[in-house]
């Protein structure tokens, strides 16, 4: 008895297609598409499938993929292979490929991989769309670093901006809403022309000791989208730029604070929220100190104003606790209450067995576990909010 219950008439709908599981970056590479078959076990451990729809869509096509991507781009990422790259290609550098960095190594599958993470988000867009759902839900999507003709920082095909622009054929503004704890810049950068989408990400910003920029380097408090005071868009992006372990009380103020000052004034007919899971204590790339249950509360936060909501994935780079932060949401999104022991019976729960893996509960202490210094004071907040609230001038009433 996990004292589930389902508000009537309020659905939702949870689009996974199994078949991006079986894709891999390479051994070493952070991000690991098997925290989507985590995260599917906790789901179905819990019986949450018995408070949703379920939907298994099919990959997204080149041509609705050249809905926001260049064509040129979409071939050379539809033919190239690790048999057939040539690394030394001017294409290949110049379309975000390999490089020194191989964020966005070339693997077996990999079209396959981006058309069905894709065609997930696309296929929740239309649920809303079609009023099928009120929420609806993709993990394996959220690529929010990839630009038109770029792939960038572990992103190929941008999700997120194919299901915004479905969204707009109906909607006449879209909130974007980003907690991953880097700078949602790809979908920023796709929508800087329009005042009909208005994008917020929350993230981490700052210089390490080596010289080097947190990455992308983008989303300074300053950066508000474009100046010119032609364009429609200026003044349609916030950025929350957040130093080194952030902890739970801090960010779900801030989060309220400016989320509901944005969802006041902007009054979106529609949400799409980014739920980066590697803000969390503990992650192999973040700097944040957040627990699951302080993630959760954002997507709570955002789930009570009862807009049409897309939910969906993007960064988490350790396994088992991205797959406890969105089985956790998932929840949350149905209305149900989890018990933190997590169910014996179900498949892979050696894996988040031990206490190195969790301990067989829901909700571990992720505080400090990566043991950032918070360097966070209340007072740099405070007048950060006061910088936010300046910057949402540009919104009309
Ligand atoms: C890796 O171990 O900061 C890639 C990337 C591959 C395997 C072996 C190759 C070794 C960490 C990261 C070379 C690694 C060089 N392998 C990594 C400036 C950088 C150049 C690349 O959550 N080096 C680039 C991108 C970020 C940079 C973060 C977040 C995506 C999202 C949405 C993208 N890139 C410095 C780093 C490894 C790797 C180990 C890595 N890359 C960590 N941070 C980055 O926002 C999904
Ligand atoms: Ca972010
Ligand atoms: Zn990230």
Avoid at 16 to 32: A, C, D, I, T
Avoid at 278 to 304: M, P, Q, Y
């Amino acid at each position: 008895e996990y004292g589930m219950e389902k508000p009537q008439g309020y659905s939702v709908s949870f689009h996974y297609n199994p078949h991006v599981e079986y894709h891999h970056f390479g051994s070493s590479h952070p991000m690991k598409p098997w925290r989507l078959t985590l995260t599917k076990q906790l789901v179905l451990a819990y019986g949450l499938e018995y408070c949703m729809e379920l939907y298994e869509p099919r990959p997204a096509t080149f041509d609705e993929l050249a809905i926001f991507h260049d064509r040129e781009y979409l071939s050379f990422l539809s033919n190239v292979t690790p048999q057939n790259a040539k690394p030394d290609d001017n294409a290949y550098l110049a379309f975000g490929f390999g490089g020194d960095s191989n964020d966005c190594p070339v693997f077996d599958g990999l079209w396959n991989y981006v058309s069905i993470y894709s065609g997930a988000s696309m296929n929740a867009a239309y649920n809303l769309l079609n009023k099928q759902s009120d929420v609806a839900i993709n993990w394996s999507g959220g690529l929010h670093h990839a630009k038109k003709n770029l792939a960038s920082g572990f992103c190929y095909i941008n999700d997120i901006v194919l299901a915004i622009q479905l969204l707009l054929t109906q909607h006449q503004r879209v909130l974007y809403i980003d907690i991953d704890v880097h700078h949602g810049d790809g979908v920023e950068a796709a929508f800087e022309s329009t005042d009909r989408v208005f994008t917020l990400s929350y993230h981490k910003f700052g210089i390490d000791r080596n010289g080097y920029p947190f990455f992308p380097g983008t989303g300074n408090i300053n950066e508000m989208g474009p100046t010119d005071p032609a364009n429609r868009g200026k003044g349609h992006s916030l950025n929350i730029p957040i130093d080194d372990g952030i902890d739970d009380d801090q960010y779900k103020w801030l989060f309220k604070t400016v989320t509901g000052a944005v969802i006041d004034k902007y009054n979106p007919t529609a949400i799409v929220l980014q739920s980066g899971a590697d803000s969390l204590g503990g992650d192999r790339l973040g700097r944040f100190n957040l627990n699951i249950k302080a993630h959760g509360f954002c997507i709570e936060t955002v789930k009570n104003y009862g807009r049409p909501l897309l939910l969906i994935g993007g960064g988490g780079y350790t396994p088992r606790n991205v797959a406890r932060t969105w089985c956790h949401e998932t929840a949350v999104c149905v209305g149900a209450e989890l018990h933190n022991n997590l169910p014996t019976h179900i498949p892979y729960i050696q894996a988040f067995q031990g206490a190195e893996n969790g301990g067989g509960i829901l909700y571990p202490d992720l505080h400090n576990t990566k043991r950032h210094d918070n360097l966070n004071t209340d007072a740099k907040l405070n007048k950060l909010v006061a910088q936010a609230m300046e910057n949402l001038r540009y919104i009309e009433g």
